[in-house]
Nanobody, 124 residues
Framework: QVQLVESGGGLVQAGGSLRLSCAAS????????MSWFRQAPGKEREFVAA????????DYADSVKGRLTISRDNAKNTVYLQMNSLEPEDTAVYFC?????????????????WGQGTQVTVSS
Protein backbone atom coordinates (compact mmCIF):
# COMPACT_ATOMS: atom_id res chain seq x y z
CA GLN A 1 0.00 0.00 0.00
CA VAL A 2 1.05 3.54 -0.73
CA GLN A 3 -0.34 6.45 1.25
CA LEU A 4 -0.25 9.89 -0.39
CA VAL A 5 -0.70 13.23 1.34
CA GLU A 6 -0.91 16.46 -0.63
CA SER A 7 -0.04 19.89 0.73
CA GLY A 8 0.68 23.40 -0.48
CA GLY A 9 -2.71 24.44 -1.76
CA GLY A 10 -4.29 27.78 -0.95
CA LEU A 11 -5.71 31.03 -2.26
CA VAL A 12 -3.66 33.01 -4.76
CA GLN A 13 -4.31 35.86 -7.16
CA ALA A 14 -4.24 35.33 -10.91
CA GLY A 15 -0.67 35.39 -12.15
CA GLY A 16 0.66 34.06 -8.87
CA SER A 17 2.44 30.82 -8.01
CA LEU A 18 2.02 27.83 -5.73
CA ARG A 19 4.04 24.69 -5.14
CA LEU A 20 2.16 21.54 -4.31
CA SER A 21 3.84 18.61 -2.60
CA CYS A 22 2.79 14.97 -2.42
CA ALA A 23 4.45 13.00 0.36
CA ALA A 24 4.31 9.22 0.01
CA SER A 25 4.64 6.58 2.70
CA UNK A 26 4.24 2.84 2.96
CA UNK A 27 6.42 1.99 -0.02
CA UNK A 28 9.19 3.77 -1.93
CA UNK A 29 7.77 5.50 -4.97
CA UNK A 30 10.85 5.01 -7.14
CA UNK A 31 9.08 2.30 -9.15
CA UNK A 32 5.83 4.23 -9.51
CA UNK A 33 4.67 6.62 -12.17
CA MET A 34 3.26 9.64 -10.37
CA SER A 35 0.74 12.21 -11.47
CA TRP A 36 -1.43 15.15 -10.58
CA PHE A 37 -5.10 15.36 -11.45
CA ARG A 38 -7.61 18.06 -10.59
CA GLN A 39 -11.36 18.29 -10.14
CA ALA A 40 -13.41 21.47 -10.22
CA PRO A 41 -16.95 21.63 -8.78
CA GLY A 42 -19.42 19.89 -11.07
CA LYS A 43 -16.71 18.59 -13.38
CA GLU A 44 -14.96 15.27 -13.87
CA ARG A 45 -11.48 14.65 -12.57
CA GLU A 46 -8.98 15.63 -15.26
CA PHE A 47 -5.34 14.88 -15.95
CA VAL A 48 -2.84 17.66 -15.24
CA ALA A 49 0.68 16.21 -15.32
CA ALA A 50 2.54 12.92 -14.92
CA UNK A 51 6.11 11.77 -14.48
CA UNK A 52 7.69 8.37 -15.04
CA UNK A 53 9.39 6.44 -12.27
CA UNK A 54 12.86 7.50 -13.36
CA UNK A 55 11.87 11.14 -13.72
CA UNK A 56 13.00 11.22 -17.32
CA UNK A 57 9.56 11.19 -18.90
CA UNK A 58 6.88 13.80 -18.29
CA ASP A 59 3.50 14.55 -19.81
CA TYR A 60 1.24 17.59 -19.43
CA ALA A 61 -2.28 18.55 -20.31
CA ASP A 62 -2.29 21.18 -23.05
CA SER A 63 -3.99 23.68 -20.74
CA VAL A 64 -1.04 23.73 -18.33
CA LYS A 65 1.98 23.34 -20.61
CA GLY A 66 4.56 26.03 -19.97
CA ARG A 67 2.98 27.04 -16.65
CA LEU A 68 3.05 23.92 -14.47
CA THR A 69 6.04 21.65 -13.87
CA ILE A 70 6.00 18.21 -12.28
CA SER A 71 9.10 16.83 -10.57
CA ARG A 72 10.02 14.12 -8.11
CA ASP A 73 12.60 13.44 -5.42
CA ASN A 74 12.69 9.69 -4.92
CA ALA A 75 15.10 10.04 -1.99
CA LYS A 76 12.44 12.10 -0.19
CA ASN A 77 9.57 9.97 -1.52
CA THR A 78 7.93 13.18 -2.68
CA VAL A 79 6.43 14.55 -5.88
CA TYR A 80 5.98 18.25 -6.60
CA LEU A 81 3.86 20.43 -8.86
CA GLN A 82 5.24 23.93 -9.41
CA MET A 83 2.40 26.14 -10.57
CA ASN A 84 3.21 29.50 -12.17
CA SER A 85 1.10 32.08 -13.99
CA LEU A 86 -2.00 30.70 -12.35
CA GLU A 87 -5.40 31.43 -13.88
CA PRO A 88 -8.89 31.35 -12.33
CA GLU A 89 -9.55 28.29 -14.52
CA ASP A 90 -6.93 26.42 -12.48
CA THR A 91 -9.20 26.53 -9.43
CA ALA A 92 -9.85 22.94 -8.33
CA VAL A 93 -8.98 20.26 -5.83
CA TYR A 94 -5.63 18.79 -6.86
CA PHE A 95 -4.98 15.09 -6.32
CA CYS A 96 -1.74 13.14 -6.35
CA UNK A 97 -1.79 9.57 -7.68
CA UNK A 98 0.60 6.63 -8.02
CA UNK A 99 0.69 3.80 -10.55
CA UNK A 100 3.01 0.77 -10.51
CA UNK A 101 4.09 1.52 -14.07
CA UNK A 102 7.23 2.93 -15.63
CA UNK A 103 6.03 5.71 -17.89
CA UNK A 104 3.73 8.70 -17.29
CA UNK A 105 0.02 7.83 -17.57
CA UNK A 106 -2.94 10.07 -18.43
CA UNK A 107 -5.80 7.77 -17.56
CA UNK A 108 -7.45 7.89 -14.15
CA UNK A 109 -7.91 4.12 -14.41
CA UNK A 110 -4.14 3.55 -14.50
CA UNK A 111 -3.68 4.76 -10.92
CA UNK A 112 -4.17 2.54 -7.88
CA UNK A 113 -3.36 5.01 -5.12
CA TRP A 114 -4.77 8.48 -4.53
CA GLY A 115 -4.36 11.22 -1.99
CA GLN A 116 -7.20 13.17 -0.39
CA GLY A 117 -6.52 16.31 -2.39
CA THR A 118 -5.57 19.91 -1.69
CA GLN A 119 -7.67 22.93 -2.66
CA VAL A 120 -6.23 25.53 -5.03
CA THR A 121 -8.24 28.70 -5.53
CA VAL A 122 -7.15 31.39 -7.98
CA SER A 123 -8.92 34.73 -7.72
CA SER A 124 -9.27 37.11 -10.66
Amino acid sequence: QVQLVESGGGLVQAGGSLRLSCAASGRPIKLYAMSWFRQAPGKEREFVAAIGWSGGGTDYADSVKGRLTISRDNAKNTVYLQMNSLEPEDTAVYFCAAALLAGPQRSVKAYSYWGQGTQVTVSS
